[in-house]
């Protein structure tokens, strides 16, 4: 058997994870059982394609379960006054400057479960995530994006 991976979160982030688990588990079990109810009582399941379709949900459903609960178990809640933060880590909030266009973008590393682009959380398995872990302020970072490569001046950390 493989050894899950830990996957460290924040508090919130795994509380986050912890309530879809639930929301799933119960409102979403109970929505498919219900379509799967009414498919049957319609007759031959042999050609009823709501029947193969709500079935096939449950099963869609049931693996995000058991990702889902894989993950929390597997979980570890990141304590930051063990991260150096002299050097960007995850929940580092990491401001950079394009080389290029000289344009500055601040981002948060962050677990991929908690990754949100439109809130400036990146994921550290993103190729800039990870591109920037390690580094300090000074460094620059040469990042293969699938726009080609881009070079990053680090010119700030701090902890959120």
């Given amino acids: 058997m493989e050894t899950p991976k830990i996957t460290y979160l924040t508090k919130e982030g795994l509380q986050k994870l912890k309530d879809e688990l639930q929301f799933l588990r119960t409102r979403e079990r109970a929505r498919i059982a219900e379509a799967i109810a009414e498919a049957r009582a319609q007759g031959d399941l042999s050609e009823n394609a709501e029947y193969d379709a709500a079935k096939e ?3 869609h459903l049931e693996s995000k ?6 993950t929390i178990a597997s979980a570890r809640i990141v304590d ?3 991260i150096d933060s002299s050097k960007a880590y995850i929940l580092s909030r990491v ?3 394009n080389k290029a266009n000289n344009t500055e973008q601040t981002f948060t590393l962050v677990a991929p479960e908690e990754a949100d682009l439109a809130g400036g959380k990146i994921s550290i398995k993103s190729p800039i995530g990870s591109g920037l872990l390690g580094k300090s302020v000074g460094d620059t970072a040469d990042i293969k994006v699938p726009a080609g490569m881009v070079t990053f001046e680090i010119i700030d950390i701090t902890r959120q």
């Avoid at 379960?65 to 894989?70: D, F, Y």
Wanted: overall charge negative.
């Fill in 57 to 59: 949900e449950q099963g």
């Fill in 65 to 70: 379960i058991a990702k889902l609960e894989a």
């Fill in 80 to 82: 930051e006054s063990q």
């Fill in 95 to 97: 401001t950079v400057r």
